[in-house]
């Protein structure tokens, strides 16, 4: 995303699992606490496209055990050796920037002080805060980065999430808090109960 040349073909970041096949299952908690009634979250990668620059983009899957409404959520992942980029799955045809959102962004390696920003979307900041021994239902997982991201208020929207991810693992555990006009599906706490990696 930030090199001057494209690759040949998708680069490999051991850091974030992104292979087709990759599956992992959270204890969701809509209301943000841990005791509170819970659902599941269960994340898969199911295949993947080309985006309109040209880019390999791995398709993710989310779906929440206790929506009334159940609907696949689907956002697409790109990977380099130091970048994965998480787009939104609204690639647009007829538009101008055929390109779908950013959603999310990570640089590796994780490195406790470290920031950045995506300019065009309104101060969206992340930050690695802290490095620690994470336990979660799956287990306990050394070496995991907390990281914050927000965006500003615009009209009704903001994001203040918290990340944590293990190197190798992915997310262990997730705190979303994202608005735009209205919660977005899954805003909660998300703990991993279980994974497959290929």
Known sequence: MIAC????????????PNQIGDHWVYKYSPSGSPAADTGTVQVDIIGQTTLPDGETAKIW?????????PTDDTSLVVESASTVTVYFN???P???NKMPAEWKTYHFPLQVSN???YGDNYLDTTKVLNELSLQV??????????LSKT?????NSFTQDTIFITPGVGITEYLQ?????????GNGLWELASYQLK
């Open 5 to 16: 040349h494209k690759s040949s073909g998708p680069v490999s970041n051991p850091a974030f």
């Open 61 to 69: 899957v989310t779906k929440y055990s206790n929506d009334p409404n």
């Open 90 to 92: 609204n690639i647009c």
């Open 94 to 96: 007829t538009c101008t």
């Open 115 to 117: 920031e950045w920003s």
């Open 137 to 146: 239902p799956a287990g306990n997982f050394p070496n995991t980065f907390q």
């Open 151 to 155: 965006v500003g208020y615009v009209v």
């Open 177 to 185: 808090r994202e608005y735009s006009l209205g919660p977005f599906p």
